[in-house]
C-alpha cells in the first residue's frame, strides 16, 4: 500500500508549510520523515492522513488519489503525539471507537480490540481509564487503537517524545518490531536524528517546506548532499579545502597543510565545503604518533576537553579551523594546551559542495 | 454516501415545492385545511402551483435549480465536477431565490426602479411559508455539499453544512434586521430615502441638551445615557475590583457567600433591583416614611431619575464586574509578584507596580462590559427613571406611545448602537493590543501573595456593606411580596401570590384562574424552545470556530461577536422592522420571540463552548477522525461528552436569559404571546408592586428549580479518577 506525493504544495494564507514535495512510500517499508521543527515534516504526515489538505498538488495512497478526500475516508490511521486518548472512555472502548465508527458490532469491535490489546501486551488493562496508565503503556493503547482498523498506513507523529529516554529506546524497538512482524506501511515523523536511523528503512531529511535528501540512513549519514544534511545527520565540523580528481572515483582533498584522498564521483577541482566527522578524527599526541607530524597529520591545539564517561570530547584549533572530536580513549586524557596531531580517516571527510 | 447526500437534498427541496404551501398561512400548517388546497387555492399552493397556475412565473428559476442539483447528482462524473455543478447550481438558484423574495412584495416590485426597469408588475408575494422554507434551506446544503465536494472545509459536507447554516442564520436573524434599522433610520414615513431627515430627527434639544450641566432643565437623553454609562462602568468596576480582591487574595471566610453574589444577577430580571429600591427609596418606602415619622420630612420622589437608576444598575451590575475581574486577578500570575518581592520591592509597591499594572487590561474590559450593560438596559430606566429619560426608554416610548414614529425609534436606535459599538471596538483594541498574556501553559508554583493591609482595609469596606446591602435588598424584594401594600399596610398576606398564581378546582378540572398563568406559561414553553436551540447554535459555531479552519473564520466570529454588542432595545426594534413584511413576515407570532431569545443569547454560548474547547485537545479531534468518525461523529461521541460543564452552560443560560430578559422582546410580545417580564413591568407601570414583586419571586424560584434540573439531565463529565487527563495524555 504505497503512499505518493507528486509536487504537493500546502499554504497558510501567504506563509507555505510545504514547497513542492514528490515522494513515495513503498509497500511494507517504514519511511521517516525527518527534519528539524518547523521544516513541514508534520504537515506533510497530515496531509497523508487528511487532516490537512494540498494547496497544490497529488496524493495517491494505494493506487487510489485521495487527494481532496478526509481523514475519515482514506484508509489511513495515526498515532498522535499527545497519544489522543480519549478521557472518558476506558481503554478497551478507545481501541473499539474505530471499529464501531467503521459499522462493526459492539461484539465483533471488542474482539477485534482485545486482539489488538493483546498484540501490544496490555490485555489484562482493557477496564483501565487511561489516566491510569503510564506513558508507555498509553502509547501502546494508541498503537492498538491505530493498528486495530488494519489501515493501508500507519501514521506515527513524534511518537516517543513525551517518553523518559530508557522507555524511548524500548518502545522504538517495538514498533520497528511490530512492523516487520506485521509487513506494516509506515510513516515516521522525528526530529530526533539517531531515532530516525534507528527504526527506517528509508529516510526523508526536510528543511523549510523542501526535500533536503532521501535515501536509506547509511546513505544520508554517508553520502550527505548538503552542508545542511552533514550537520543535520549526525555530527559535523564545516570546515573550507581545496578538492581535485585523481580518478572518477576518488578526489584529493587539502585541507590546511594534510591531503586526504576521499571517495567521491561528484565533485569539481577547486575549493570546497568539506564536513568532517568528529568519531573521524583520531587525536594523538606528537610524540605517539609514527612518523612525527608528516604530511597526512594536522597539527593542532586542545582547546577544551571534556569527559563524558564513555569516551572524551575536544576542541582543537588547527589550521583549517576549530575541529570537534570525539576520542573513545578515555584512560589518559589530554589537557587544554596539549599539542596533538589529528588524523583524519577518508570516510569521515566528506565533500559538501565545490 | 457522499453523493446519495446531495440527491436527497435535491429531492427533499423539489418535494417541499410541490407538496407543501410555498407562501405562509394565516393559520399556521397545523389545521391541516391547506392540503385541499393545494393546487387551487392562492393562499394554500405549492410552490409549483403557484407558478403553473397562479402566475407567479418568477418562482420557476428557483425550481429549475433544484431540477439541476438533482441531475447534477446522478450524472456519472468526478467528485471534483460533481462538487462545481452543484455550487453553480445552489448558488444560482439561491441568488435567485434572494433576488424574487427581495424583490416582489406585497403590491408587486418593492422598488421604484424595478418598475422603472421591468415594467409593472402583475403579482405579488406574501411572507414565505413552510415550502419555501424547506427549499432555501435545500439549496443551502446543496451549495456547501458542493463546496465540501471540491475539497473545501476538509472535504467534510457536514462541516461544510454547518458554516453555511450558522452564517446563514446569523446574516439573516442579525446581520439583515440591523441593516433594516439603518436603511429605516435614513427613511421618512413611507419609505423614501432622505438622509436629511435622520439628521432632523438627531440634531434636537430633546437629544443633545447640554442644560443639566449650566444648572436649569434637563439634559438630552443622549448625554443622559451616557452619563449613566460612564457612571456605571466607573463603579462597577471599582466595587468589582474590591470584591475579587477579597475573595482572591485574602483570608476572607466568607468566599463562598460573595461568590452567590455573582450568581444572583443571572437568574434576576433585570428590574427586581429597581424595584427593591422602590420599596426602601421610594415615596412610600422605608426611608421617607422613617424621615418622615422621625423627623416630619415630606417624602420625595428622591429615587427616581439619575440616583435611582444610577444605584439600581450599580447593585444589578457589580456582580457581572466581579465575574470578569476574578479571572483578571487570578490571572496575575504569582510568580511575578514574587520575583518582584525579591527585588527588593515590598507587598505595597509590588501591588501598585507589578499586579495592579497587570490588570489594567482586564480592569478596562470590565468598564467596558459595565459601561455597554448600562446603555443596554431597559429595565431599570422604565422602572425608576421618573423624567430620566435614556436612549433605551425613548426607543420603547417613541414605537408603543402615541408617538408611534418608527423613523424617530430607528435614529434613536442607530444613534445607541453607535454607542455600543464604539465601546465595543474601543474593548476590542484595549483588550486586544494591552492584553498581558500572564497565564502561560507552563504550571506556575508561585503563590499568591496577600494583600497589603491598606489596600485590603479599603477594599472591605467598600465591598462588605455593599455585599451586605445587596442581600438586603434581595431580602425587601422578597418580603415585598408578603405584605398587603408596602408602606401602608404590612400585614402578612399571601394575597399577591394567590391573585398571580390562583388554581381552582372545579367540576370540568384545574383551571388556572391565577392573572400571571398565562404569561407564566408562555414565558416557560418559549424558553424551554429557545434554549436547547440556542445552546446547540452557539456550541456548534463555538465548534466551528475553534476546530474547524475554513475561509472567512474570522469574518464569522467577528459577527457572533458583534450581535453581543448590540443592545436589546435595538434589536427588538430590528426585529419589528425587519419581520413585518414579506419575504419573512413573523411580527406578532411565537416563532419571532423564540427567534430573538436565540440570536440574542447565542454570543454567551459561543464564548463558553470556545473557552471550554479550546482546553481539549485538538488531537482528540483528530484522533477520532482518523479512526473513521466522521464529523458527526466526532462532534457527538468525543467533544460533547467532554463538554458537558459547557453544555449546562449554556442550556441554562438561554433558557434564564430567554426568562429574564425584557429590552429586546418588549416590542415582540402581543396580548396572545405575553411574557412574564413584560407583564411585570405593565404592573410595575401601574403600581402595582405587590403583584410584580410575587411574580418575581416566583421567576426566581423557577430559574432555580430549571438550573437544578439542567444540571441532574446533562449530568457530570466522567473522566476515570482525575479529571486533569483533558489534554489526552500527560503533556
Known amino acids: 500500500m504505497s503512499v505518493e506525493f507528486h509536487g504537493v504544495v500546502k499554504r497558510y494564507g501567504a506563509a507555505t508549510a510545504v514547497a513542492g514535495i514528490t515522494f513515495t512510500v513503498e509497500s511494507g517499508t517504514l519511511v521517516t520523515l525527518l527534519g528539524p521543527s518547523g521544516c513541514g515534516k508534520t504537515t506533510t504526515l497530515r496531509m497523508i492522513a487528511g487532516l490537512e489538505l494540498p494547496s497544490e498538488g497529488r496524493i495517491v495512497i494505494a493506487g487510489r488519489d485521495v487527494t481532496t478526500l478526509g481523514a475519515t475516508q482514506r484508509d489511513v490511521s495515526m498515532v498522535f503525539q499527545s497519544y489522543a486518548l480519549f478521557p472518558h472512555m476506558n481503554v478497551l472502548e478507545n481501541v473499539c471507537y474505530g471499529l464501531r465508527r467503521s459499522g462493526q458490532s459492539r461484539d465483533d469491535a471488542a474482539k477485534s480490540a482485545r486482539e489488538g490489546l493483546l498484540q501490544v501486551g496490555l490485555a489484562s488493562y482493557e477496564e483501565r481509564q487511561p489516566s491510569e496508565l503510564s506513558g508507555g503503556q498509553q502509547q501502546r493503547v494508541a498503537v492498538a487503537r491505530a493498528l486495530v482498523l488494519k489501515p493501508s498506513v500507519l501514521l506515527f507523529d513524534e511518537p516517543l517524545s513525551n517518553l523518559d529516554a530508557r522507555l524511548r529506546r524500548q518502545m522504538r524497538e517495538e514498533i520497528r518490531e511490530l512492523q516487520q512482524r506485521l509487513g506494516l506501511t509506515v510513516v515516521y515523523v522525528t526530529h530526533d536524528q539517531q531515532e530516525a536511523m534507528a527504526v527506517s528503512d528509508r529516510i526523508i531529511v526536510m528543511n523549510a517546506g523542501r526535500i533536503e535528501q532521501q535515501g536509506s540512513p547509511r546513505d544520508l549519514y554517508e553520502r550527505p548532499a548538503t552542508p545542511f544534511l552533514a550537520r543535520f545527520m549526525g555530527e559535523s565540523n564545516p570546515a573550507r579545502g581545496t578538492v581535485r580528481r585523481l580518478d572518477p572515483t576518488q578526489v584529493r582533498v587539502r585541507l590546511g597543510d594534510v591531503e586526504i584522498d576521499v571517495a567521491n564521483a561528484t565533485a569539481t577541482d577547486g575549493d570546497a565545503m568539506v564536513a568532517i566527522r568528529p568519531e573521524a578524527i583520531a587525536v594523538e599526541r606528537p610524540g605517539d604518533a609514527p612518523g612525527d607530524f608528516s604530511a597526512d597529520l594536522l597539527a593542532g591545539t586542545i582547546a577544551k576537553a571534556s569527559y563524558l564517561g564513555t569516551h572524551m570530547e575536544y576542541s582543537i584549533d588547527t589550521e583549517a579551523g576549530t575541529l570537534f572530536a570525539t576520542c573513545p580513549r578515555v584512560e589518559r586524557p589530554l589537557a587544554a594546551g596539549d599539542a596533538v596531531a589529528l588524523r583524519l580517516a577518508p570516510r569521515g571527510v566528506i565533500v559538501v559542495e565545490s | ?731
Not at chain 2, 108 to 128: I, S
Not at chain 2, 449 to 464: F, I, S, W
Request: proline content about 4%; glycine content about 10%; hydrophobic content about 55%.
Open chain 2, 1 to 731: 454516501m457522499i453523493s446519495r447526500a446531495p440527491l436527497a437534498w435535491s429531492v427533499a427541496g423539489l418535494l417541499a415545492a410541490l407538496a407543501l404551501p410555498w407562501y405562509a398561512l394565516q393559520e399556521g400548517l397545523d389545521s391541516g385545511a391547506w392540503f385541499s388546497g393545494l393546487w387551487s387555492s392562492e393562499d394554500y399552493a405549492s410552490g409549483l402551483a403557484q407558478i403553473v397556475a397562479h402566475g407567479k412565473w418568477w418562482l420557476a428559476p428557483v425550481l429549475s435549480a433544484l431540477v439541476a442539483c438533482i441531475v447534477a447528482a446522478l450524472v456519472p462524473t468526478t467528485r471534483q465536477r460533481r462538487g462545481t455543478l452543484l455550487l453553480l447550481a445552489g448558488t444560482a438558484g439561491l441568488v435567485l431565490f434572494v433576488a424574487q423574495a427581495l424583490g416582489i412584495g406585497l403590491r408587486g416590485w418593492t422598488a421604484g426602479w424595478l418598475t422603472t426597469l421591468f415594467g409593472e408588475l402583475d403579482g405579488r408575494q406574501v411572507g414565505l411559508g413552510a415550502g419555501g422554507a424547506v427549499a432555501l434551506v435545500a439549496l443551502l446544503s446543496l451549495l456547501s455539499i458542493g463546496l465540501a465536494l471540491r475539497g473545501a472545509f476538509g472535504g467534510d459536507a457536514f462541516v461544510a453544512g454547518a458554516v453555511t447554516t450558522v452564517a446563514a442564520s446569523i446574516v439573516l436573524f442579525t446581520a439583515w434586521p440591523i441593516l433594516r434599522i439603518l436603511v429605516q433610520a435614513f427613511q421618512d414615513g413611507d419609505g423614501v430615502l432622505a438622509p436629511a431627515l435622520l439628521v432632523e430627527r438627531l440634531a434636537t434639544e430633546k437629544i443633545w441638551s447640554l442644560r443639566c450641566l449650566s444648572g436649569g432643565g434637563r439634559c438630552g437623553v443622549a448625554w443622559n445615557t451616557l452619563f449613566l454609562a460612564l457612571g456605571c462602568g466607573a463603579g462597577t468596576t471599582a466595587l468589582g475590583l474590591a470584591f475579587a480582591l477579597i475573595v482572591m487574595r485574602t483570608s476572607f471566610g466568607f468566599k463562598k457567600t460573595l461568590r452567590v453574589l455573582t450568581v444572583l444577577p443571572i437568574v434576576t430580571p433585570p428590574f427586581v433591583i429597581g424595584l427593591a429600591l422602590i420599596l426602601v427609596f421610594g415615596r412610600s418606602g422605608l426611608v421617607n416614611q422613617f424621615l418622615e415619622w422621625s423627623m416630619g420630612i415630606e417624602p420625595t420622589r428622591w429615587i427616581y431619575g439619575f440616583h435611582g437608576v444610577f444605584l439600581a444598575q450599580l447593585f444589578a451590575f457589580t456582580p457581572v464586574a466581579f465575574l470578569v475581574l476574578i479571572g483578571v486577578v487570578e490571572g496575575v500570575s504569582p510568580t511575578l509578584e514574587e520575583a518582584s518581592q525579591t527585588l527588593r520591592a515590598d507587598r505595597w509597591s509590588t501591588f501598585t507596580t507589578v499586579s495592579l499594572p497587570l490588570m489594567r487590561p482586564g480592569l478596562a474590559n470590565a468598564f467596558l462590559v459595565g459601561f455597554i450593560e448600562s446603555i443596554a438596559d431597559f429595565g431599570n430606566p422604565i422602572v425608576l427613571g421618573g423624567d430620566y429619560g435614556v436612549l433605551s426608554t425613548e426607543i420603547y416610548f417613541a414605537v408603543v406611545g402615541a408617538q408611534l414614529d418608527y423613523g424617530r425609534a430607528a435614529s434613536l436606535a442607530l444613534l445607541l448602537l453607535v454607542f455600543a459599538l464604539g465601546a465595543f471596538f474601543l474593548q476590542r483594541r484595549i483588550v486586544g493590543s494591552g492584553s498581558y498574556a500572564t497565564i502561560s501553559g507552563k504550571g506556575d508554583s508561585g503563590l499568591p501573595t496577600p494583600l497589603p493591609d491598606a489596600a485590603r482595609r479599603a477594599a472591605a469596606c467598600v465591598a462588605l456593606p455593599w455585599a451586605a446591602f445587596t442581600l438586603l435588598l434581595y431580602g425587601f424584594a422578597f418580603v415585598g411580596g408578603l405584605v398587603k401594600v408596602w408602606g401602608r399596610d404590612y400585614t402578612p398576606t399571601l394575597d399577591h401570590y394567590a391573585k398571580a398564581f390562583a388554581v381552582e378546582h372545579t367540576a370540568d378540572g384545574l383551571i388556572w384562574t391565577g392573572a400571571a398563568w398565562n404569561s407564566f406559561w408562555t414565558t416557560v414553553k418559549l424558553a424551554a424552545i429557545a434554549a436547547p436551540l440556542t445552546a446547540a447554535l452557539g456550541l456548534i459555531a463555538a465548534w466551528l470556530l475553534v476546530r474547524q479552519r475554513f475561509a472567512g473564520r474570522a469574518t464569522l466570529e467577528f459577527a457572533t461577536m458583534l450581535s453581543f454588542a448590540v443592545p436589546g432595545t435595538v434589536i427588538g426594534v430590528a426585529y419589528v422592522f425587519a419581520f413585518n413584511v414579506p419575504p419573512i413576515e413573523i411580527t406578532g407570532t411565537a416563532m419571532i420571540i423564540v427567534l430573538c431569545f436565540i440570536f440574542r443569547n447565542m454570543p454567551v454560548g459561543v464564548r463558553a463552548g470556545m473557552a471550554a474547547m479550546s482546553q481539549i485537545d485538538r488531537s482528540l479531534d483528530e484522533a477520532s477522525i482518523t479512526l473513521r468518525g466522521r464529523a458527526p461523529q466526532t462532534l457527538f461521541y468525543v467533544v460533547l461528552p467532554l463538554l458537558r460543564p459547557a453544555i449546562v452552560g449554556a442550556l441554562v443560560y438561554g433558557f434564564v436569559r430567554a426568562v429574564t430578559t425584557v429590552s429586546a422582546v418588549v416590542f415582540l410580545v402581543t396580548a396572545e404571546y405575553e411574557l412574564a417580564t413584560t407583564y411585570i413591568i405593565l404592573r410595575v407601570i401601574n403600581g402595582d408592586y405587590g403583584l410584580a414583586i410575587a411574580y418575581s419571586c416566583a421567576l426566581i424560584v423557577l430559574m432555580l428549580a430549571v438550573i437544578l434540573l439542567i444540571q441532574f439531565a446533562v449530568g457530570e463529565r466522567r473522566l476515570g479518577r482525575r479529571a486533569v487527563a483533558l489534554t489526552g495524555g500527560p503533556a
